[in-house]
Every structure is written in C-alpha cells, then in structure tokens.
C-alpha cells in the first residue's frame, strides 16, 4: 500500500535533519515558525502533512481549514495538542515519536528527583546571593532505601526506574495496561493506586493528560500520603493539581516538588514555580540535543516510510491503517470492506452488527483492522453521510464517523474456522442477517448470505449484481440470457443453497452493466442490487 505526500508544512522549531529527510524523499517542505492562528486556517489548506511539537495547537478548526491534510506528525511523545477526534473524522492520521525523547525525560526526571532531595536549587541560589549561612537550612534526604511510586510504567516510567533503583531505591508502580507481570521484569511492583499512596516517600507520573489522569493527584491523594512526600512531574501539566500541590507544600504535608511541565504554558500564575520547596523548570523535559535530532529523523523517516508503503509507526488513531501496511492482511482487509458493502446493499437495518473472525491466521487482534473495514464499506454508499464525509472516508475516519453517527459495532474471535475453511469472517447484524466471506489468491470471496451458502464462493471484484430469485432449474440459464441479451459479459454467476424456496446469487462483469440491463434483471428475481467496488 503506497500514501501520496507531496507537500509538508513545519511550524515548531525542530531540528533541520527532518527537513532534509523530507526533501531527499522528494517531499516539498515549508518551515514557518511565526504564523499566527489566523494565518495557520489560511496555509493549511496548501499542505497535504504537517508536522509540530507543542507550541502549535492543531485544533478543529484548524483541521477544518485543511481541505487536503493527510498526515499530521509531532515531532515528540503525546498528542494532547491536537484534536486527534476531529482528525479521524476526517480520516487523517495523527503519529508522533513515541520513543524519541524516552531517554532525556527519563534522565530529567532522575535529576529533579535528586535536585529535590538534596536542594539544589535552594542551595545555587544562596550561593549566587553570598549566602553561605543558609546551608545550615538545607539539610537533604538520601535516596537509598526510600520508595518510588511510579504512575504509569511505559518506556520513560521503566527508564526512570531502571535509573533510580541504582540508588537503592524501591520501586512501586501502577500502569491500567501494563500487568504486575511485566513491571516485575524491570523490578517495580506493580500495585493498585490506593495502595500506592500511603508507601510512595517519592512519587512520579508518567502519563498522558486525558480525561482520567486530569488532576490525578489532588487533595485527596496528599491526604492518603506520608507526610512530606516529594512529587515529579515531567509528563503533562495538569496530571498533578496545582493549587491542592501548593496547599501541600504550605502545610508540609509534601515536602517538595519537581516541575517540569505546567496546565497553562507558560503559567499564567508563577506561584507554584517559585515556590521555595519547588525545583522547577520551563519544560525542558526533552530539551536535549540528541532528543531534538531523534526526533527530526524519526517523524521525517516515519512519513516517507508511510509514503513508501513501509509501514505506520507512531500512528495513534489508526490500527487499521496500521494493519493496512502489512502484505498479509491487504486482502483481508478489502474483503472486510466488500462485507460492508454487500451488506449496506442488500440489508436495510445496519446501526449494530458484530464483526466474527474464525482462524488462527487472523487472530484476536484482527478485530480492530476487521471492524474499521466492515464500517468503510458498510459507509461507503450511506445516506448518513454528507458529501464532506464521505469524500474523507477510509480506514481512519470510518470508526470516528459511525460512533457519531450511532453505529455500534463489536468483534468476536474463535481459533477454529468452520470446515472447509481455514480463515473466515462474518458480519453479522442484530436483526439476523449475516454475510460471510474468505480470501484465496489475493481476492475476497463471498461464501454465505443470509444463512444462505455458495457451494463455489462467488468473487467480489469489479462490479457485481446481488440478486435473490426463486428457486427453480431456469434461473441460472434465465438470468444468464438476459444478462448476454443486455450485450454485458458476465465472467462468473454464482448461486446459494436454497432456503425456503429461495437462493442468493451474484454475478460478475468486466464493465458495469447498463441500467436496462438490471431492469431486464429485476423481472426475473426478487431483489437486485449493483455493487461497484
């Protein structure tokens, strides 16, 4: 699979390596640091990428204004600066660098955690003010035997645990993804948050701001804490309450601070950052020069890896597209898609369905990919759908647009697929109609209708008629003769098992056929639809 990018627009500072990844990948780049928000709703429009850090904030309006946007990449962990649910509805896909500035965040979390202990901050300052009678003030905590709690255990959480037991700390954590399993690996113990509390001497968060995480830390955690607990935080500002961290501070109940990052950057109010028992710092989480270059590279390299049909690292709203890279689940992928189609043509009630996969080849994680095709395809001709949407209609907007829409969908997995297959999907709707499907060779087939089987799988390419008709020995030879009648070549006709005098059939041609054609069709079935993929 290949993804067209012809031009890409850079309005954060980042290093000039990812402008020269670009332009030796033949991809047209503009660097402009100084538009303001007006200007930005113009440019965009120009652009077909965009890559940022944190200063600009890709809002929806800015993602409105983007009529030809692709791709928007930040050159950093996170994503909070930009409307990642207004970018799928549009089908854009959102990447960053998960890994680029693991080590750097990591090494200044280490660091504030020391500053903290030992008053660092306190003690320059005396220094650079010829205090040195303020050093009998500055009496510091060791580290060794001490406990820190770690809130969230990813690459940076693991990084800074690593780092910190070499100081004979003991290591705690707690992650709502990552099992006590594997944290034990990296020798942090994995507990529960009310747990954690009433151990953790050092505490720090290495989360992403979200709805859950906003304000984890409040008045009410620093009630359940040792008294002069130490908190960090070098993740996102807002993760740790500001006013309840300085009423902690006031009372002693936390005995100091590292601050990185801040709800409002810059801060609107400097209180908490000039706080005494407070080290803190503009951000500078991963300000290093490796972590910039690093970063350069690896979102530059993850676009042209994209264009090239390499793969999708970094994307965080789109494991379908993900899934879409890989040679393997292509076809499956596209045959998920004709399901939806078939079933939008043919079934008149599609607001709730579930995706069923059976095969070891496909697997529990083929339902994400699996799901965001059925949805393209079953969206693809609905009357939902306004011309804007539809126009912006894959793998990426398809989940977005039919969760606003009110389509509710779910997938199931069973390793064994129904004899004589050895991969099989089905989608099946809550009023019982059911379609089903494999793929040989590269090419979706179509198995069942309706409960209905083919005896030979009849093929889903190009264009093809759905028909249903009663079931009777002239049919085949009926349909057959009015389908050549109608001067259309037909290179495969297919029909169901009967049910209850009935049987599905499909047939298949090289060009479309005409509408007289299907006229001449529909007076000798039931039903009949044409389905062009």
């Not at 910190?164 to 507990?191: H, L, R």
């Not at 906003?214 to 807002?238: E, M, P, Q, T, Y």
């Not at 601050?259 to 710092?281: C, G, M, Q, W």
């Not at 041609?509 to 000798?524: D, H, I, R, W």
Request: hydrophobic share 40%.
């Amino acid at each position: 699979m290949s993804f067209s990018l012809s031009s890409v627009l850079i309005t954060d500072e980042i290093d000039q390596k990812c402008v020269d990844v670009l332009k030796n990948n033949g991809i047209n780049v503009v660097k402009n640091t100084k538009l303001s928000k007006d200007e930005l709703l113009v440019e965009i429009a120009k652009y077909d990428g965009l890559v940022v850090r944190s200063a600009t904030k890709v809002t929806a309006d800015v993602i409105e204004a983007a009529t030809n946007l692709k791709i928007i990449g930040r050159a950093g962990t996170g994503v909070d600066n930009i409307d990642c649910d207004a970018a799928s509805r549009k089908g854009i896909i959102v990447m960053n660098t998960p890994g680029g500035n693991t080590l750097s965040a990591a090494e200044h979390t280490c660091a504030l955690i020391c500053a903290s202990s030992r008053h660092i901050h306190q003690g320059d300052r005396a220094m650079k003010g010829e205090n040195w009678g303020e050093r009998k003030k500055l009496m510091g905590s060791e580290l060794y035997g001490k406990t820190l709690a770690i809130i969230g255990l990813g690459r940076i959480g693991k990084e800074v645990a690593l780092r910190m037991q070499s100081f004979g700390m003991t290591t705690i954590g707690f992650d709502p993804i990552i099992p006590g399993s594997v944290s034990a690996e990296f020798n942090v113990e994995w507990m529960a948050l009310e747990a954690i509390w009433p151990k953790a001497d050092y505490i720090t968060v290495h989360t992403p701001l979200i709805p859950q995480t906003r304000n984890l830390i409040n008045d009410k955690v620093f009630s359940l804490c040792k008294r002069g607990v130490r908190v960090i935080n070098v993740a996102r500002g807002g993760i740790i309450e500001e006013e309840a961290l300085l009423r902690a501070l006031e009372s002693g109940q936390c005995g100091g601070a590292g601050i990185d990052v801040y709800s409002s950057e810059p801060p609107k109010d400097f209180s908490l950052a000039k706080h005494r028992n407070v080290v803190a710092t503009p951000h500078l989480g991963a300000s290093t020069v490796e972590a910039q270059q690093r970063v350069a590279v690896e979102i530059a390299e993850q676009f042209v890896d994209l264009v090239q049909g390499k793969s999708l690292f970094g994307a965080v709203n789109a494991p379908a597209l993900t899934n879409a890279m890989d040679v393997n689940t292509q076809p499956w992928i596209e045959l998920g898609k004709k399901l939806g189609v078939v079933a939008a043509a043919v079934n008149d009630q599609n607001k709730e369905f579930s995706v069923a996969l059976y095969g070891s080849s496909l697997g529990k994680s083929a339902g994400s990919y699996m799901t965001a095709a059925v949805l393209a395809g079953l969206l693809q001709n609905s009357s939902l759908l306004g011309a804007g949407d539809s126009s912006k209609l894959n793998l990426v907007s398809a989940p977005a647009l039919a969760k606003q829409y009110g389509i509710n969908s779910k997938s199931t997995y069973e390793e064994a697929a129904p004899a004589p297959y050895s991969a099989l999907v089905s989608v099946v709707f809550s009023n019982g109609f059911r379609v089903s499907g494999t793929t040989s060779g590269g090419q979706a087939l179509l198995v069942e209708i309706q409960g209905q089987k083919f005896p030979s799988p009849a093929c889903l390419c190009d264009s093809v008629v759905v028909f249903r008709g009663t079931s009777n020995p002239q049919l085949i030879p009926n349909v057959a003769g009015a389908l050549v009648g109608a001067g259309v070549t037909v290179t495969s006709l297919n029909t169901s098992l009967e049910t209850d005098g009935q049987k599905w059939g499909v047939a298949t041609f090289a060009t479309p056929p005409s509408e007289s054609c299907l006229e001449a069709l529909k007076s000798l079935v039931t039903a009949a639809r044409l389905i062009a993929f």
